[in-house]
């Protein structure tokens, strides 16, 4: 298995977590160290602690995978919840935030049992170049045992403008590090206090 180029250091062990009440998107934070010095989580206002996309040419015109894993709970009050599973992209900076949905899970109705888990996983395999500028790639996305896509689906967006890193025609350009930056967020359609969602892995291969 390849070694991953960034990762969020989370594990099997040691998970990060999001839930409890509320209808909006919440964003999976990263644990606290070299990628979230400041201990922020993430919002639809900030991308605090995203994982980066690294430049200076690391991944121009090269396939990387990215992959994330968890699981979900629903709580035990009111309505059967959907939950929506979205990996976005950030295209503008760290405090003033432009995402952009890479790859979703759809909307999974989930049954409403206190202490009953759902696994979900996604693998986005991407590339893009300096010369167009662009990030395509396809995705698989499995929720509770069932393939959300049976077979690879191209990414939701095609994200454009971007810079991997110096060119030979720009020998001076320095591009941006990050070229964009990544997160997970989760949304339940109902607000339960039982809501929750923990992630396993995330990162960039």
């Known amino acids: 298995m390849s070694q991953p180029i960034v990762n969020w250091q989370v594990s099997g062990p040691f998970p990060v977590t999001v839930g ?14 070299l990628i979230n010095t400041t201990g922020t989580a993430p919002s639809s206002s900030s991308a605090a602690g995203q994982l980066p996309v690294p430049g200076g040419n690391r991944l121009n015109s090269q396939q990387f995978t990215i992959k994330a894993t968890g699981n979900f709970e629903v709580g035990s009050g009111g ?13 503008g900076t760290v405090s ?15 049954q409403n049992l206190t202490g009953v888990f759902y696994d979900w996983a996604f693998e986005l395999n991407c590339n893009g170049s300096n010369g167009s500028g662009t990030l395509q790639g396809s995705y698989r996305c499995i929720v509770d045992g069932t393939v959300v896509n049976s077979t690879p689906k191209a990414l939701d967006h095609t994200l454009t403008g971007l810079v991997f890193g110096p060119t030979t025609s720009t020998p001076n350009q320095t591009g941006t590090d990050p070229v964009f930056g990544v997160l997970v967020r989760v949304t339940f359609s109902v607000s339960e206090t039982g809501n929750s969602a923990n992630m396993y892995e995330f990162a960039i291969y």
Do not use: D, M, Q, R
């Not at 209808?23 to 934070?29: L, N, V």
């Open 20 to 33: 409890g009440t509320g209808t909006t998107a919440k964003y999976f934070p990263a644990p606290s160290g």
């Open 79 to 91: 309505a059967c919840p959907n939950v929506l599973l979205e990996v976005v992209a950030n295209t």
């Open 96 to 110: 003033s935030p432009t995402y952009t949905v890479l790859a979703n899970s759809g909307e999974i109705t989930a």
